[in-house]
């Protein structure tokens, strides 16, 4: 279905850059994205209308950036995914900001929130 949204110019038509597996991923992309100086949103559509009647497997939660952050944001992707790989399904980073954690602290020693390990 290809539909043109004209109010849009070539610099700012919304891209995907990522298909995340989860909200939860999604919301860490735009966050690093934002870290990285480029501003990026989750594509709604992709989670309420869908939810419930889709397996959650197959849900995925597209995020996109202006056509003119696509470049930087997909130079960004490597080392978001090493990130995600690292965290090895469980938290081996801070999740108030993001920060890689060799151990598990009671509190973040970059930004000092509490962290729960439990
Ligand atoms: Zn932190």
Redesign the pocket.
């Known amino acids: 279905m290809e539909r043109e949204i004209i109010e849009f110019t070539a610099d700012t038509q919304p891209v995907k850059v990522y298909d995340a597996g989860s909200g939860i991923e999604a919301q860490f992309l735009v966050d690093w994205l934002r870290g990285a100086g480029i501003e990026a949103r989750i594509a709604s559509t992709a989670i309420e209308p869908l939810a419930g009647k889709v397996p959650f497997q197959i849900a995925t939660c597209p995020v996109l950036v202006a056509r003119r952050d696509a470049e930087r944001a997909l130079a960004e992707l490597p080392g978001f995914e090493a990130k995600l790989a690292e965290r090895g399904g469980e938290a081996a980073f801070?999740?108030?900001?993001?920060?890689a954690l060799d151990t598990r602290p009671a509190t973040?020693?970059?930004?000092?929130?509490a962290?729960d390990w439990s």
Do not use: Q, S
């Not at 801070?94 to 920060?99: E, K, L, M, Q, R």
């Not at 973040?108 to 929130?113: F, L, N, Q």
């Open positions: 801070c999740y108030h900001c993001g920060g973040c020693p970059a930004c000092g929130g962290l």
